[in-house]
């Protein structure tokens, strides 16, 4: 792209900010219109005060922070936003925010903020053609529209995880399946049958089939069936598989706290703190919120790969992150990877809980319960029995180790994505200087 002519200009004459619109949580409609703040999207409303796609910058507390969205939009006062009629330009000026180094023009030394006329004021080169900002837009955004993938494409392994979970230790599919088939009077083959049906969702036909083109996952899945108990019993009122018990997790695991640390100890390290920022909302790992730390701590408060970590503070107006679980990944960027405060760590006593324990986690009924344990109002923090005490279904050793074992690619893959996400952005940021400068 040697041959664009560039222009120099400001902020303020391309691309001018504009500030965003009060929504007190009181005056919120549930609805599926994102409300961007200075962090991001904070909750959704039933309306939206800019009609188009547009690029928000965020204004106080996360001063800086630039977020795209490609849809209608309500952004509130904490932040501003610009538009363009053209998507593909306004990409263009959404990579080009990102270069400007926005975070660092906090104006506030009490509470940060973003003045708007010193960001106005910035110099910037852009094309002097229409046509060619947007192919640079085009051209940056293929790297996200993968990522976007990537994560889609996770959300649905993260669905497909959680359904066999619930499938098989929340709603007892296959043993529900084998009681009724006993109960009209069928043999216990035919009740093994009926059990295969409901672990695999297929016809009586389908695995007939199935035996013949596939022998060996017909021969699994009728192992699977046969560690399925063949009737119900009531314990301490609850009714569960026969040979099943009620546990509580402190039985199964530990349950550690993170460290506290100072601001001073933020420095550059090969020890990392995973933070709140290291959750999605609604769960699973983001390997962007791991902060550099200088400070001692605790054998056992480092993590490693695999391991299942829980939010145990929440800042968002939603509280959709307190009580959420992620499983740690790896960072080669760091020797050690550290839980801060607002984290604890899950460890099982036995490696086959890994993946139960995290789908257990996100269940509505885990949910429920650590969010009966929260104080505080604008800060949200989890009661220290919050997560030791929930009580739970607990499944044969035999089952336990089938469920890990019909998991385990899943959750490999999701790890592979993730990592592959981490790649294209850095990719991604390595030719955004020169893209945005006319040098490739």
């Not at 994560?151 to 084998?178: G, M």
């Not at 089952?399 to 991604?428: A, D, P």
């Given at each position: 792209?040697?041959?664009?002519?560039?222009?120099?200009?400001?902020?303020?004459?391309?691309?001018?900010?504009?500030?965003?619109?009060?929504?007190?949580?009181?005056?919120?409609?549930?609805?599926?219109?994102?409300?961007?703040?200075?962090?991001?999207?904070?909750?959704?409303?039933?309306?939206?005060?800019?009609?188009?796609?547009?690029?928000?910058?965020?204004?106080?507390?996360?001063?800086?922070?630039?977020?795209?969205?490609?849809?209608?939009?309500?952004?509130?006062?904490?932040?501003?936003?610009?538009?363009?009629?053209?998507?593909?330009?306004?990409?263009?000026?959404?990579?080009?925010?990102?270069?400007?180094?926005?975070?660092?023009?906090?104006?506030?030394?009490?509470?940060?903020?973003?003045?708007?006329?010193?960001?106005?004021?910035?110099?910037?080169?852009?094309?002097?053609?229409?046509?060619?900002?947007?192919?640079?837009?085009?051209?940056?955004?293929?790297?996200?529209?993968?990522?976007?993938?990537?994560?889609?494409?996770?959300?649905?392994?993260?669905?497909?995880?959680?359904?066999?979970?619930?499938?098989?230790?929340?709603?007892?599919?296959?043993?529900?399946?084998?009681?009724?088939?006993?109960?009209?009077?069928?043999?216990?083959?035919?009740?093994?049958?009926?059990?295969?049906?409901?672990?695999?969702?297929?016809?009586?036909?389908?695995?007939?089939?199935?035996?013949?083109?596939?022998?060996?996952?017909?021969?699994?899945?009728?192992?699977?069936?046969?560690?399925?108990?063949?009737?119900?019993?009531?314990?301490?009122?609850?009714?569960?598989?026969?040979g099943w018990e009620v546990k509580r997790i402190d039985e199964i695991a530990n349950i550690i706290k993170g460290k506290s640390y100072k601001s001073s100890e933020l420095e550059k390290s090969k020890t990392a703190l995973v933070t709140l920022k290291s959750f999605n909302r609604g769960g699973g790992y983001r390997l962007d919120g791991l902060k550099e730390y200088t400070g001692k701590y605790k054998s056992e408060q480092e993590v490693f790969a695999g391991e299942l970590i829980i939010a145990y503070t929440d800042v968002t107006q939603a509280a959709d992150v307190i009580g959420k679980p992620a499983m740690v990944m790896s960072d080669s960027n760091y020797q050690h990877l550290v839980i801060s405060l607002d984290v604890g760590v899950v460890r099982p006593f036995n490696d086959v809980y890994k993946h139960f324990l995290y789908c257990l986690a996100m269940t509505d009924s885990f949910q429920?319960?650590?969010?009966?344990?929260?104080?505080?109002?604008?800060?949200?923090?989890?009661?220290?029995?919050?997560?030791?005490?929930?009580?739970?279904?607990?499944?044969?050793?035999?089952?336990?180790?089938?469920?890990?074992?019909?998991?385990?690619?899943?959750?490999?893959?999701?790890?592979?994505?993730?990592?592959?996400?981490?790649?294209?952005?850095?990719?991604?940021?390595?030719?955004?200087?020169?893209?945005?400068?006319?040098?490739?």
């Open positions: 792209m040697s041959d664009i002519e560039w222009i120099e200009t400001t902020v303020g004459e391309y691309c001018p900010f504009i500030y965003g619109k009060a929504l007190p949580q009181s005056k919120r409609i549930s609805g599926n219109i994102p409300v961007y703040g200075s962090n991001g999207i904070v909750d959704f409303h039933n309306s939206s005060c800019v009609n188009t796609a547009g690029v928000i910058i965020g204004r106080k507390g996360s001063v800086g922070a630039i977020h795209l969205s490609e849809k209608p939009f309500w952004v509130i006062d904490t932040a501003f936003y610009i538009v363009n009629d053209d998507l593909e330009e306004l990409k263009f000026t959404y990579y080009l925010l990102k270069t400007l180094g926005l975070s660092e023009m906090n104006s506030d030394s009490a509470v940060p903020g973003l003045n708007r006329e010193n960001a106005h004021s910035l110099k910037i080169k852009i094309p002097k053609d229409k046509f060619h900002r947007c192919e640079i837009g085009k051209r940056l955004s293929i790297f996200d529209q993968k990522i976007q993938l990537n994560t889609q494409i996770n959300q649905t392994l993260e669905q497909i995880a959680q359904a066999l979970f619930k499938s098989w230790f929340v709603d007892f599919d296959p043993v529900r399946a084998k009681v009724q088939a006993l109960s009209d009077g069928l043999s216990l083959e035919q009740a093994e049958l009926a059990a295969m049906q409901a672990i695999s969702g297929k016809t009586p036909e389908e695995l007939t089939a199935l035996s013949q083109t596939q022998p060996d996952r017909y021969a699994e899945l009728a192992e699977i069936a046969k560690a399925f108990p063949c009737e119900m019993v009531k314990v301490d009122g609850v009714e569960v598989p026969k429920a319960h650590t969010k009966s344990f929260c104080t505080g109002t604008t800060v949200l923090h989890l009661g220290k029995d919050a997560v030791p005490s929930f009580e739970f279904i607990n499944p044969s050793n035999e089952l336990l180790h089938v469920f890990y074992k019909q998991t385990s690619s899943i959750f490999e893959k999701i790890n592979l994505h993730i990592e592959e996400n981490k790649n294209l952005e850095k990719v991604r940021d390595l030719l955004l200087p020169s893209l945005l400068s006319g040098r490739s």
